[in-house]
């Protein structure tokens, strides 16, 4: 895991008193090892209406971007969970996926 961070930032409104707002952001590991890539997998790929990622230990957050960086898709999932993307044109996207064990990411092809 990366480190956590941990700031204060104080909001000054025009007419009210100073308030002082913690935010913490929790530290993720930015890749898995080989194996643990290994143990997750996705399936059908090509994809036509939806999949399903397997491997997954508790909750998984996956993020689905199109080839130029724009975030389409962004929900948790757990094991086997099916994942709809019918909405989608046919084309290349990237998946990623952050677990309590790390990242993964993936090409999928919509057809």
Do not use: C, W
């Not at 929790?26 to 996705?42: N, P, Y």
Request: net charge neutral; no cysteine; proline share 4%.
């Amino acid at each position: 895991m990366g480190a956590q961070r941990t700031a204060i930032v104080t909001v000054t409104p025009t007419d009210a008193a100073p308030q002082a707002i913690t935010v913490v952001q929790f530290g993720v590991q930015s890749s898995v090892d080989e194996i643990q890539k290994d143990a997750i997998s996705l399936y059908p790929n090509p994809i036509t209406e939806d999949f399903r990622v397997n491997g997954i230990n508790g909750i998984a957050s996956l993020k689905l971007f199109d080839l130029n960086g724009r975030l389409l898709l962004a929900k948790q999932i757990t094991n086997n969970e099916s994942v709809s993307i019918s909405t989608l044109h046919k084309g290349i996207y990237i998946l990623k996926l952050i677990t309590q064990e790390g990242a993964a990411e993936r090409k999928i092809i919509k057809e």
